[in-house]
């Protein structure tokens, strides 16, 4: 099942088990159990402190993963593979002992949670979003004895998927009901939990002292921009909602210099890993709400939706973009089931189905090409009169039989049962006649919004909503600054939004040091 690479590979992360781990499955006859039985037995074969048992268990093939001698386990329904593959190597190792890479604030949270809490999150293996929040619940039920986890590949136990109406992955239930669809950290599980986790929060925010250079945002520019400010031994903080933005819903990264193929959850990590590595006061699932400009007192205010605000001598804002929505009827009620955003992700889950792609981009023509190889039918529908896609992908698409593609087509709306999407309303821009598709799911893909709304009437926006930006980063509020794909740059690419944040914090200490010499500099000397 694994290969001599991957065994190795295994078998030195294996040699950090402190206690015996035993891999109980439940098979049947079906070739999926045959290959999570060689799967199993290849990694006993690597430690003396991993054997191989069975279990009873409706799901098949599925098993668990028990500490000997307790009640610590997770559970695995199908072959974690693929995307989850780092899903089963870290439920071996922290079920075997070994410490978890997580904040020991977020640690002490998830211990000290009272009550029952029965999780399973439904995932895809080419979902690229899945694997953090499997690992967060597998975590979190190895450290804390009211919680069990069961993670469930929705490929292999379909007729569970369609009785749930699981129509996006991934997506957890507690307790027998819905959860929360999508990408999700420990921390930002546990607040959901941690009724009083949001208010504690914002307690400490609130005793903040004023930052040289205040970081609004988590992706590339904003990792950049915390690098850079810090590498100047000047005070800096960095507030976002999530570290890594739209990387994170990133599956391969072919084009950043210097790394031939990585992934967006491993850059991303990666990202965040280098800013820890300086002092950098970061402060996670804090959204930015308002934007007040410097008074005499020479401080800029960022207001959070928390009710708290965090001043700063200067501020570099790297708050990203998000998909763009149709904003038809319909759209709304039907996310997550049936209308979705990331092919990738929830492509498995419309295996045989008839399905439609809106956008006849780069991002639209890739996603029909995927989806092309799970689904039955595949219609792309572009508003404009022809394809803006690269000609290398249209001719491979052109070259599939079970796609069909609609120019100068209109969505006025998505139609479902109450449910789930039957269907969407197709108007002819051209011929103005107007016709019912009967679909069973809808991906989106028309572009990018920036995240600027809490920016209005604040600094000067550009039509699109982008930040206008000069060469420096520089906002048209003295001491703000703004970078990456918030702003009017061309080429929204990952290496031109770290380039982007590395030259507004550089602009941001330029500004501080024509002021009056920083607060770090200053005590330094």
Not at 14 to 25: C, D, K, T, Y
Not at 32 to 44: F, N, P, T, V
Not at 66 to 91: C, K, N, Q, W
Request: hydrophobic share 45%; net charge negative; with cysteine.
């Amino acid at each position: 099942m694994l290969d001599d690479k991957l065994k190795t590979q295994l078998a030195a992360y294996l040699q950090h088990l402190r206690v015996p781990v035993e891999l109980n499955a439940a098979l049947d006859d079906s070739e999926a159990s045959r290959e999570l039985r060689e799967l199993l037995q290849d990694i006993a074969a690597l430690s003396d402190k991993v054997s191989v048992g069975s279990a009873d268990d409706p799901r098949r093939p599925s098993f668990e993963i028990r500490r000997a001698g307790t009640d610590i386990a997770v559970r695995f329904a199908g072959l974690p593979m693929g995307h989850e593959f780092s899903s089963l190597v870290l439920a071996l190792l922290h079920v075997g002992g070994h410490p978890p890479r997580e904040d020991e604030e977020v640690l002490e949270q998830a211990r000290a949670l009272q009550g029952e809490y029965r999780f399973e999150t439904f995932f895809s293996l080419s979902c690229q979003n899945c694997p953090e929040v499997v690992q967060a619940l597998n975590l979190l039920s190895v450290l804390n004895p009211g919680v069990s986890h069961v993670a469930i590949d929705g490929a292999l136990f379909q007729d569970e998927v369609e009785a749930r109406g699981v129509m996006a992955v991934p997506a957890v239930f507690l307790n027998g009901q819905p959860f929360a669809n999508g990408r999700m950290s420990l921390a930002e599980i546990l607040a959901k939990l941690d009724t009083g986790a949001a208010e504690r929060a914002a307690a400490r925010l609130a005793g903040k002292a004023p930052y040289d250079v205040l970081v609004v945002g988590g992706g590339p520019a904003g990792a950049s921009a915390a690098i850079y400010a810090a590498r100047k031994g000047i005070r800096t903080g960095l507030v976002a909602e999530r570290f890594g933005g739209q990387v994170l819903d990133t599956l391969g990264i072919e084009n950043f210099i210097s790394v031939s193929h990585t992934e967006g959850p491993k850059l991303v990590a990666q990202l965040e890993q280098h800013v820890r590595d300086y002092e950098v006061d970061i402060m996670p699932l804090q959204r930015a709400a308002g934007l007040v400009p410097a008074g005499r007192d020479g401080l800029v205010e960022v207001k959070l939706e928390s009710g708290v605000s965090l001043k700063a001598r200067s501020v570099v804002l790297a708050t990203g973009a998000r998909w763009r929505q149709l904003g038809v009827p319909g759209e709304a009620e039907y996310r997550n089931r049936g209308v979705a955003y990331c092919p990738h992700c929830d492509g498995p889950l419309f295996k045989g189905k008839r399905v439609a792609v809106i956008g006849g981009g780069n991002s639209g023509v890739e996603a029909a090409i995927d989806l092309a190889g799970i689904v039955g039918h595949v219609t792309l529908i572009e508003f404009d009169g022809k394809l803006r896609a690269d000609e290398v992908l249209q001719r491979k698409l052109r070259s599939l039989g079970n796609v069909d593609v609609r120019v100068n087509g209109q969505t006025t709306g998505i139609l479902g049962d109450g449910n789930r999407v039957t269907g969407l309303r197709l108007r002819d821009r051209v011929g103005g006649g107007e016709q019912e598709l009967a679909l069973d799911g809808v991906f989106v893909q028309i572009g990018l919004l920036p995240n600027t709304d809490w920016l209005k009437g604040s600094l000067a926006l550009s039509p699109r909503g982008e930040i206008v930006i000069d060469e420096r980063g520089q906002t048209s509020l003295p001491g703000v600054f703004a970078a990456g794909d918030c702003t009017t740059v061309p080429y929204k690419q990952i290496v031109i939004s770290m380039g982007a944040g590395a030259t507004a914090a550089l602009a941001a200490f330029d500004h501080l040091i024509r002021a009056e010499a920083p607060a770090g500099v200053a005590e330094a000397a």
